[in-house]
């Protein structure tokens, strides 16, 4: 395919993601199960062909991670504790792959710095366990493993953005910012207090999120591709 066609086939793509994001957006506001059951598995896959045209060098871990984040949408799209459950599993994995590919691209910052850096982190998610503990239950200890990741990746990425502000470090930071705050939504609405607004928030917010991390991946490509030659 020709640089030409591969750019429009990625804007249609592109404007397909967002269009399909508004669908599950809207979806999520009217709690509309049928809709998001039509909509909501088709973000990761077309956030995938996007990537697949974007890149000249795939990484087949982002997309195992991508897989694993699809399933997530697809176990959040009915509200039982198993499917909660499931989701959460699935979340974790993401997470999982995303650490590693993080850690193998970048270089490990400042060892005081980073411990500094994840202090907020550290606040924000002992404040979500404190507001939703009673109410979580056996789940408590899905909770504290996406934590930990969370938190990791907040000190790393933040600390990595003082000692270094390039398009890299500023994609992953902001990344993993807008996840924390969709962390910080979803436990709130499925543990202490659901307000209407709060799923098309967080979808919005994770979409914009997935984006961005999607551009970080494509930069990670391109440095590896300059260290081969």
Do not use: C
């Not at 967002?18 to 896959?45: H, W």
């Not at 994770?206 to 030659?229: G, H, K, P, S, T």
């Amino acid at each position: 395919m020709e640089n030409g066609e591969k750019a429009k086939l990625t804007l249609v793509l592109e404007v397909l993601y967002v269009l399909v994001t508004l669908v599950v957006v809207f979806g999520e506001f009217q709690k509309d199960s049928e809709l998001l059951a039509y909509s909501k598995p088709f973000v990761i896959p077309v956030l995938s062909l996007v990537y697949i045209l974007r890149t000249k060098r795939r990484n087949y871990l982002y997309l195992l991670a991508l897989f694993f984040g699809w399933l997530a949408n697809i176990f959040f799209i009915k509200q039982t504790g198993t499917a909660i459950f499931n989701g959460g599993m699935s979340y974790l994995l993401f997470w999982v792959v995303m650490t590693y590919i993080v850690l193998v691209n970048t270089k490990f910052p400042n060892v005081k710095l980073f411990t500094i850096a994840i202090i907020p982190f550290m606040f924000i998610f002992t404040y979500i366990l404190q507001l939703i503990y009673i109410n979580i239950y056996g789940s408590v200890y899905l909770y504290f493993s996406n934590a930990v990741f969370m938190v990791f990746l907040g000190g790393y990425s933040l600390s990595a953005y003082f000692l270094h502000s390039d398009r890299v470090n500023t994609y992953l930071l902001i990344a993993v910012l807008l996840f924390t705050f969709i962390q910080f939504i979803i436990s709130i609405d499925l543990y202490y207090l659901s307000f209407s607004l709060f799923r098309p928030i967080a979808f919005t917010i994770f979409a914009v999120a997935q984006m961005i991390l999607l551009r970080l991946m494509v930069l990670f490509d391109i440095q590896q591709i300059e260290v081969r030659q």
